[in-house]
Antibody, heavy 129, light 109 residues
Framework: QLQLQESGPGLVKPSETLSLTCTVSGGSISSSSYYWGWIRQPPGKGLEWIGSIYYSGSTYYNPSLKSRVTISVDTSKNQFSLKLSSVTAADTAVYYC?????????????????????WGQGTLVTVSS | QSVLTQPPSASGTPGQRVTISCSGSSSNIGSNYVYWYQQLPGTAPKLLIYSNNQRPSGVPDRFSGSKSGTSASLAISGLRSEDEADYYCAAWDDSLSVVFGGGTKLTVL
């Protein structure tokens, strides 16, 4: 059974870079068809997609965060990572990693399929001095 | 401000049927599939409905999804206390991004 586990510092200072790693077990991160994504949820608020990466390094990023986000993959360790630079208190959130299926298909045919499953348990990152 | 619009709350009594709406635009729901996630208190979200109306293995058939134009709905029939959770809709947007709804908190009275 595929499992994902987030790890990284729970406290980051303002203006610094948030770094998290997601370790995948029970399956290979190099599986074809699947991307690997990061999603966050500020306390008491909704979900926000951050970005996703394929094992080859191909990425999709949320346009609103793209200038501050870098997602990378290490297939030898079956891990992928998130870096978010210049953080502020607004970046305080539970950060989730998840397997992300993306099948881009023109709307004239059927439209793009994409879903997150399974998810990691999430890790709270607080931005504070 | 979420790209997809959901009512912030919904409620029902045990056994009732409840629906949750999700409104988008031509660049997301109107041209791509819709997904629904269930987030039980204190846990990570879980895929509930994929490709507009398909249920992953293990999801009861009390949960159903539908889509029409730029809107979608999640219906829960035979409401149970364990259905009390936050529900999120999501879709791919043609700007090459994933968009979520703001979430609907379902209360079972």
């Amino acid at each position: 059974q595929l499992q994902l586990q987030e790890s990284g510092p729970g406290l980051v200072k303002p203006s610094e870079t948030l770094s998290l790693t997601c370790t995948v077990s029970g399956g290979s991160i190099s599986s074809s068809s699947y991307y690997w994504g990061w999603i966050r949820q500020p306390p008491g608020k909704g979900l926000e997609w951050i970005g996703s990466i394929y094992y080859s390094g191909s990425t999709y990023y949320n346009p609103s965060l793209k200038s501050r986000v870098t997602i990378s993959v290490d297939t030898s360790k079956n891990q992928f990572s998130l870096k978010l630079s210049s953080v502020t208190a607004a970046d305080t959130a539970v950060y989730y990693c998840a397997r992300h299926l993306i099948v881009v298909v023109p709307a004239a045919i059927s439209g793009t399929n994409n879903w997150f499953d399974p998810w990691g348990q999430g890790t709270l990152v607080t931005v504070s001095s | 401000q979420s790209v997809l619009t959901q009512p912030p709350s919904a409620s029902g009594t045990p056994g009732q049927r409840v629906t949750i709406s999700c409104s988008g635009s031509s660049s997301n729901i109107g041209s791509n599939y819709v997904y629904w996630y269930q987030q039980l208190p204190g846990t990570a979200p879980k895929l509930l409905i994929y490709s507009n109306n398909q249920r992953p293995s293990g999801v009861p058939d009390r949960f159903s999804g539908s889509k029409s134009g730029t809107s979608a709905s999640l219906a829960i029939s035979g409401l149970r206390s364990e259905d009390e959770a936050d529900y999120y809709c999501a879709a791919w947007d043609d700007s090459l991004s994933v968009v979520f709804g703001g979430g609907t908190k379902l209360t079972v009275l």
